[in-house]
């Protein structure tokens, strides 16, 4: 089987205001088949780096640009944003581009929900400028991360079949054949093992599985700051699980069914809720069981990790006689939550 070609797609955003839609983004390169790239790490305002940027997006199959309402770092010799200078430059050498341009009903949701600093305040002329090149093309406009998705997958789904795009893995490279052949052993053997996690199968990790059982059980969570009822309401899910203190297996229990990708905590929260669940989940994410997806001043988002989900799948086909009682104790303190 001839492995379809890998396109290097760059990514040129500004950073802050689009941390979330940037990471949906790389997420859909992947899930795609592509590889993303991109210079959010870069210290703006250094020439030698803006030399670095324009080599990456040479070297890059496609480049796209995910537009917001901000214009961004200004490069002091060009007096022009850093995105607006990747932009052009991509026109210049005729790579090909598209972009994802924010609409301005998201806009206002995104002002109303962050406040004005995800506008561009201070150079709005040029931004304007900017934006009117950039809408001079054919763009697609976005109210959610739905819409950047589907305009990855569509559009590198026409880019796949032009055959002056080489992309990393040509169809007439015997050793790039050889190593995705490897992957996709590899990945025929991860399918197995997640299978047999589905099947309930989970004789492969029962030792560790059993572990960190073990760890969960023995971190006891502090739950003397809530008030009475919210505490009686924790015992009672501890005493389902035939524990005397409430801990950190309780805690995964507990937010199991409400943890998915586009879930937040929010940071700056002084909610005690908010401030154990924040606590809880990094000592989840210790253990293997979570991963941090995106990191910001404002929040975290987490989602298990397959690791996790196996965990909870095998704690809940171990403990089968329990799950009503316990399903019962915590749906109790989720109404009076």
Same mark, same amino acid.
Request: net charge negative.
């Given at each position: 089987?001839?492995?379809?070609?890998?396109?290097?797609?760059?990514?040129?955003?500004?950073?802050?205001? #689009?941390?979330?839609?940037?990471?949906?983004?790389?997420?859909?390169?992947?899930?795609?088949?592509?590889?993303?790239?991109?210079?959010?790490?870069?210290?703006?305002?250094?020439?030698?780096?803006?030399?670095?940027?324009?080599?990456?997006?040479?070297?890059?199959?496609?480049?796209?640009?995910?537009?917001?309402?901000?214009?961004?770092?200004?490069? &002091? =010799?060009?007096?022009? =944003?850093?995105?607006?200078?990747?932009? &052009?430059?991509?026109?210049?050498? =005729?790579?090909?581009?598209?972009?994802?341009?924010?609409?301005?009903?998201?806009?206002?949701?995104?002002? *109303?929900?962050?406040?004005?600093?995800?506008?561009?305040?201070?150079?709005?002329?040029?931004?304007?400028?900017?934006?009117?090149?950039?809408?001079?093309?054919?763009?697609?406009?976005?109210?959610?991360? *739905?819409?950047?998705?589907?305009?990855?997958? &569509?559009?590198?789904?026409?880019?796949?079949?032009?055959?002056? #795009?080489?992309?990393?893995?040509?169809?007439?490279?015997?050793?790039?054949?050889?190593?995705?052949?490897?992957?996709?052993?590899?990945?025929?053997?991860?399918?197995?093992?997640?299978?047999?996690? &589905?099947?309930?199968?989970?004789?492969?990790?029962?030792?560790?599985?059993?572990?960190?059982? %073990?760890?969960?059980?023995?971190?006891?969570?502090?739950?003397?700051?809530?008030?009475?009822?919210?505490?009686?309401?924790?015992?009672?899910?501890?005493?389902?699980?035939?524990?005397?203190?409430?801990?950190?297996?309780?805690? #995964?229990?507990?937010? *199991? @069914?409400?943890?998915?990708?586009?879930?937040?905590?929010?940071?700056?929260?002084?909610?005690?809720?908010?401030?154990?669940?924040?606590?809880?989940?990094?000592?989840?994410?210790?253990?293997?069981?979570? @991963?941090?997806?995106?990191?910001?001043?404002?929040?975290?988002?987490?989602?298990?990790?397959?690791?996790?989900?196996?965990?909870?799948?095998?704690?809940?086909?171990?403990? =089968?006689?329990?799950?009503?009682?316990?399903?019962?104790?915590? %749906?109790?303190?989720?109404?009076?939550?």
């Amino acid at each position: 089987m001839i492995p379809k070609k890998k396109l290097q797609v760059f990514i040129s955003s500004t950073y802050d205001d #689009l941390l979330i839609e940037r990471q949906v983004a790389v997420q859909a390169i992947l899930n795609a088949g592509h590889i993303p790239a991109g210079m959010e790490l870069f210290t703006a305002g250094d020439r030698s780096q803006l030399e670095v940027i324009y080599d990456w997006i040479k070297e890059s199959d496609v480049y796209m640009l995910i537009l917001g309402g901000r214009y961004g770092s200004i490069d &002091e =010799s060009t007096m022009k =944003s850093y995105i607006h200078l990747e932009y &052009e430059y991509a026109l210049k050498i =005729s790579k090909p581009l598209f972009a994802v341009v924010i609409s301005e009903n998201a806009l206002d949701i995104k002002v *109303k929900k962050h406040g004005k600093n995800i506008l561009e305040l201070e150079h709005q002329s040029e931004f304007k400028e900017f934006k009117n090149l950039v809408l001079s093309k054919v763009v697609r406009f976005w109210d959610d991360t *739905k819409d950047i998705k589907l305009a990855i997958h &569509e559009t590198l789904r026409e880019y796949e079949r032009r055959s002056d #795009l080489i992309g990393w893995i040509p169809g007439n490279s015997s050793s790039s054949i050889s190593e995705f052949n490897q992957l996709q052993e590899e990945n025929l053997m991860l399918q197995k093992r997640l299978s047999k996690f &589905e099947k309930g199968d989970f004789s492969d990790n029962k030792l560790r599985f059993d572990q960190t059982e %073990q760890n969960l059980i023995s971190h006891i969570i502090d739950i003397s700051e809530f008030n009475e009822s919210q505490r009686n309401d924790l015992q009672r899910i501890a005493n389902a699980f035939g524990d005397p203190s409430f801990n950190l297996l309780h805690f #995964l229990w507990l937010i *199991k @069914d409400r943890v998915f990708e586009e879930d937040t905590v929010d940071k700056h929260s002084n909610d005690l809720y908010v401030k154990k669940s924040r606590e809880g989940m990094i000592y989840l994410r210790d253990y293997g069981l979570m @991963d941090l997806i995106v990191y910001s001043n404002i929040e975290d988002r987490t989602r298990f990790t397959d690791f996790g989900s196996a965990f909870i799948r095998y704690f809940a086909n171990k403990n =089968s006689s329990k799950l009503v009682d316990i399903s019962k104790a915590i %749906q109790e303190y989720l109404e009076r939550e």
